[in-house]
């Protein structure tokens, strides 16, 4: 059994053949935690994971790309929905809501993005509070639900560690950082979650050093396609490359690496 720890079938990408994409991964004994960026993108995930008995889950959360976008300019995405990124308060009913339903495993993906940002330094200070407060209230949110999270962390792992206590589980999504910040990580009790940025940056001695019994699997589809896929998009299917390239670089068979990536999400994520 392989589980893809993080994708987002809930956006537009998949608009013309969801349910195909999903019989054929399902099919695959792949099963797969659809990630919201959004209200609208959550109450899709869903939406989603309401259709299928088992083997489809969802995960709520505000992207920090939304929680301070009022102070940057961001280009629209086609893949996600096709509108402007445009500033969106965290409302905590509204999202409550979402998260109590059952097929929903994770307050996520929630965290902090500093590739786009202000240029002019008293702008970038208001941009970073911002996103922490946002961050920080979702983190409120998973502690009173007894939720895990799933991290999105771009250019601010200090900040992300400086506020992160342990005091919850979680992973961190498409882990790549340095050892140095894995091991803060790790030492707090989260995981490290890895997709194809690993056939795009050199991530080889942290997978290397990781406990197996740490690491989670990925696509972050439609996006980061893995090279041996041979296609544009992205799919939950094509988290066997990830798996296949761990276990290279583990020395253990792609079975062992499946069977323990399965296992280590169906603990964090109660499965």
Same mark, same amino acid.
């Given at each position: 059994?392989?589980?893809?720890?993080? !994708?987002? %079938?809930? &956006? @537009?990408? =998949?608009?013309?053949?969801? !349910?195909?994409?999903?019989?054929?991964?399902?099919?695959?004994?792949?099963?797969?935690?659809?990630?919201?960026?959004?209200?609208?993108?959550?109450?899709?995930?869903?939406? #989603? !994971?309401?259709?299928?008995?088992?083997?489809?889950? !969802?995960?709520?959360?505000?992207? $920090?790309?939304?929680?301070?976008?009022?102070?940057?300019?961001?280009?629209?995405?086609?893949?996600?929905? /096709? &509108?402007?990124?445009?500033?969106?308060?965290?409302? #905590?009913?509204?999202?409550?809501?979402?998260?109590?339903?059952?097929k929903v495993v994770a307050i996520g993906e929630i965290?902090?993005?500093? =590739?786009?940002? $202000?240029?002019?330094?008293?702008? %970038?200070?208001?941009?970073?509070?911002?996103?922490?407060?946002?961050?920080?209230?979702?983190?409120?949110?998973?502690?009173?639900?007894?939720?895990?999270?799933?991290?999105?962390?771009?250019?601010?792992?200090?900040?992300?560690?400086?506020?992160?206590?342990?005091?919850?589980? +979680?992973v961190i999504h498409c882990f790549t950082g340095a050892?140095?910040?894995?091991?803060?990580?790790?030492?707090?009790?989260?995981?490290? /979650?890895? @997709? +194809? *940025? #690993?056939?795009?940056?050199?991530?080889?001695?942290? #997978?290397?050093?990781?406990?197996?019994?740490?690491?989670?699997?990925?696509?972050?589809?439609? =996006?980061?396609? $893995?090279?041996?896929?041979?296609?544009?998009?992205?799919? $939950?299917? &094509?988290?066997?490359?990830? *798996?296949?390239?761990?276990?290279?670089?583990?020395?253990?068979?792609?079975?062992?690496?499946?069977?323990m990536t399965f296992e280590n999400a169906a603990k964090?994520?109660?499965?």
């Amino acid at each position: 059994m392989i589980i893809d720890t993080h !994708a987002h %079938l809930n &956006f @537009n990408a =998949y608009n013309k053949d969801l !349910a195909s994409v999903i019989s054929k991964t399902l099919s695959d004994d792949i099963w797969m935690i659809n990630v919201g960026s959004k209200y609208e993108t959550s109450k899709k995930a869903v939406e #989603i !994971a309401e259709k299928y008995n088992r083997g489809v889950y !969802a995960a709520v959360g505000l992207h $920090p790309i939304y929680s301070a976008s009022e102070f940057v300019k961001v280009r629209a995405d086609k893949e996600e929905g /096709g &509108f402007a990124i445009n500033q969106e308060d965290f409302d #905590i009913n509204n999202y409550k809501e979402l998260a109590l339903n059952d097929k929903v495993v994770a307050i996520g993906e929630i965290g902090l993005d500093y =590739y786009y940002r $202000p240029k002019a330094n008293n702008k %970038l200070e208001l941009f970073k509070n911002k996103q922490k407060e946002v961050f920080l209230k979702q983190l409120d949110l998973a502690k009173e639900l007894n939720l895990p999270v799933i991290l999105h962390s771009r250019m601010a792992h200090n900040d992300l560690i400086d506020i992160l206590d342990g005091s919850l589980k +979680g992973v961190i999504h498409c882990f790549t950082g340095a050892w140095d910040d894995a091991e803060k990580y790790l030492n707090m009790g989260y995981y490290l /979650g890895f @997709n +194809g *940025i #690993i056939f795009k940056l050199d991530l080889n001695e942290v #997978i290397k050093k990781a406990p197996m019994d740490r690491i989670l699997v990925e696509t972050d589809c439609p =996006y980061l396609t $893995p090279y041996k896929a041979k296609a544009s998009r992205n799919e $939950p299917l &094509f988290v066997k490359y990830i *798996i296949e390239r761990i276990a290279e670089l583990k020395g253990i068979s792609f079975k062992e690496t499946a069977d323990m990536t399965f296992e280590n999400a169906a603990k964090l994520f109660k499965l």
